[in-house]
């Protein structure tokens, strides 16, 4: 009963306003999500993926519909929904155990001992293959290093629901891969909820449970959901010649190329949308990409 | 190894040619060090000889009423002067001290009940003098500035209604000239702090305010667009852990509005060590302008020279001062990156 009704997004819409009118970015958006489910976004840019993440993270409020999770609405964000930040945030003045220390220090006040949140903080960084740079600070650790140690923070909050937002996405291919493969083991392992975006379809196919596509904004709203049904634990090795999830990634990348076509590739001429749904226009709706790479990683490995 | 750590230290002073000069010295990097201490080296100490030379050769073709514009030799000269006329000081006020306290030893030798008074030696201040005047007094405006500057700042930088109430305020009192404000400050001073055994003097503490009022702005403004510039990620990570109010500005606002705090707090130091100066010159109060004024005043044929070794005094102080705010900044600031020149 509670592991069906877990996180529940209900007609989810949300305008921004702008200087001409309010903006629709999101139209209509239902989704349910089980207890555990590994859920990735995908669509093109400003096609609201991160909209929809910030609203079940709490830092946006729809403007229509709202976000239910363990019966409970979500109206402000809050810890049990620890959000991975694409660009990592995190404070360039701590080391990586300060910066891990902040989020622990602030939820287990009072419910754990100085000792225990220590062993916990340790325990946490040792799950992202951290431990040896604890003392580090960021800009004396890598672009993936510093991920890890932004996921280390969120999963050191004991949340609900892991919210990642294109945590790869500057990320190269090989340490991608690292990345994808930890993030499987510490899921498969703690079994939290997990909405992620991405822009990468094999990144999508090989870590999901369901993939979530999305329609081309303005308004726009789920396109299709395709469940993945590749046995758990995964191996990108093994998969890479398996027929069944060549299946799954033909899909989404029609669903992508030929149903959802980039706006202002190969756009009939006539088309008035151009304009509107350039992700250059509506900075809200996806906050500040600096880089946008739609990558279709053909080659993975 | 130690060399090594020697080589960051200065570093950290940001003299160049010295990183140069320890590389030199440095065991490790002698082959490439040394045309690298040519460059860093020679090009400045060419500009400056080019300079003295200029300076020579021009000076000595203008005529004014105190004599010939001193050159660079005469101003050297006369900067030892002012060494010998301080330790000449000196000296006659220990033997001052020495002669009263001979002289009350004598009386209460005489009469055990003797009254004996100690009175305080008075002779004019010297160029030293002056100069140590001049450092507590911008240390004082300086550190006041600061400690009301920066608590404004972060609340400007957090409140927008704070914000809109002030800026007009601060934009207005900005650009006002110290001349400006010395005359009602010296007035306010004259009025307000009235008291029959002050421990600082009025002219001491006229100059210390105008230089404060001075030093408020760029420290106000940096500082409110250091906080209210704070990572919007950074903000929302404090959102989603829920920090409380002061939490997050005690570990994310703050520091990461350091570095702009500290840009504030150099153009302040500038602006009021060139205040403190001008300040002391118009209002007669004892420092460095007033040694500069009273030379002009005096006319003697060694004044000009005199004022131009006060000229470089100050632009040596004003360039030790500001090297010291960059190190103060180094130390606390996490973002080293920020820190060029």
């Keep these: 009963m509670k592991a069906k009704n877990h996180l529940e997004l209900t007609h989810v819409s949300i305008d921004f306003p702008t200087d001409t009118g309010p903006f629709r970015a999101l139209d209509d958006v239902s989704l349910k999500i089980d207890k555990g489910q590994f859920i990735t976004l995908i669509g093109h840019s400003g096609c609201g993926k991160s909209t929809v993440l910030n609203i079940v993270a709490g830092l946006h409020r729809a403007t229509a519909g709202g976000v239910i999770l363990n019966g409970r609405e979500v109206s402000e964000p809050g810890p049990e929904r620890a959000v991975v930040f694409q660009n990592h945030s995190l404070l360039p003045w701590l080391s990586a155990y300060e910066n891990v220390e902040l989020g622990v220090k602030q939820v287990f006040k009072g419910k754990k001992s100085r000792a225990e949140m220590r062993q916990w903080i340790d325990h946490n960084l040792e799950l992202v293959h951290m431990s040896h740079a604890r003392d580090k600070r960021p800009d004396e650790i890598s672009g993936g290093m510093k991920q890890r140690v932004g996921i280390a923070r969120a999963l050191a909050m004991q949340p609900e629901v892991l919210l990642m937002d294109e945590p790869f996405g500057a990320l190269d291919a090989l340490t991608r891969a690292h990345l994808q493969d930890s993030l499987m083991e510490i899921h498969a392992a703690l079994g939290n909820t997990v909405i992620m975006i991405t822009h990468d379809v094999d990144e999508a196919v090989l870590l999901s449970d369901r993939i979530v596509m999305m329609t081309n904004g303005p308004a726009a709203t789920i396109g299709e959901v395709l469940e993945i049904e590749l046995e758990r634990p995964r191996e990108r090795l093994a998969l890479a010649d398996d027929p069944q999830y060549n299946h799954y990634r033909s899909d989404v990348l029609r669903f992508l190329y030929e149903r959802q076509k980039r706006p202002g590739e190969e756009l009939a001429p006539d088309s008035d949308s151009t304009a509107a749904t350039d992700s250059n226009s509506q900075p809200i709706a996806e906050g500040d990409k600096t880089q946008e790479n739609i990558a279709l990683r053909v080659v993975s490995n | ?341």
Aim: charged residues 15%; hydrophobic residues 50%; aromatic residues 10%.
């Design chain 2, 1 to 341: 190894m130690s060399t090594a750590t020697a080589i960051n230290k200065y570093q950290a002073y940001n003299f160049r040619f010295l990183d140069h000069l320890l590389a030199f010295l440095s065991r490790d990097n002698r082959s490439g060090a040394a045309p690298r201490l040519i460059v860093a080296l020679g090009i400045p100490l060419a500009a400056i000889a080019i300079f003295l030379l200029l300076w020579s050769v021009l000076a000595a073709k203008v005529q004014t009423s105190l004599g010939q514009l001193p050159g660079p030799a005469k101003v050297w000269e006369q900067a030892l002067v002012l060494v010998d006329e301080h330790q000449a000081a000196r000296a006659k006020e220990e033997a001052f001290y020495a002669r009263q306290e001979e002289r009350n030893a004598q009386k209460l030798a005489a009469d055990a009940n003797a009254e004996v008074r100690i009175r305080a030696y008075t002779g004019a201040p010297t160029f030293f003098d002056q100069i140590v005047t001049s450092l507590a007094t911008v240390a004082t405006g300086f550190l006041i500035a600061s400690l009301i500057a920066i608590p404004i700042g972060i609340v400007t930088g957090m409140s927008h209604t704070l914000y809109s109430a002030l800026n007009p305020l601060i934009q207005l009192f900005k650009p006002v000239s110290p001349l400006a404000w010395l005359p009602i400050v010296t007035m306010v001073v004259s009025a307000v702090y009235v008291t029959d055994n002050p421990f600082f003097a009025k002219s001491f503490l006229t100059s210390a305010i105008t230089v404060t009022l001075c030093c408020l702005w760029p420290t106000i403004i940096n500082t409110a667009v250091g906080v209210s510039s704070v990572d919007k990620d950074l903000l929302n990570v404090s959102r989603v852990l829920r920090l409380p109010w002061l939490t997050k500005t005690m570990k994310i606002v703050l520091p990461s509005s350091i570095p702009m705090m500290f840009t504030g707090l150099r153009l302040s130091l500038g602006i009021g060590w060139m205040v403190l100066i001008a300040a002391e010159m118009l209002a007669q109060n004892p420092g460095l302008g007033k040694f500069v004024w009273d030379e002009f005043q005096n006319g003697s044929s060694n004044s000009l020279a005199r004022i131009m070794v006060a000229v470089l005094v100050i632009g040596l102080i004003g360039f030790g001062l500001d090297r010291g705010m960059l190190l103060l900044q180094r130390k606390f600031s996490w973002d080293k990156s920020a820190i060029t020149r």
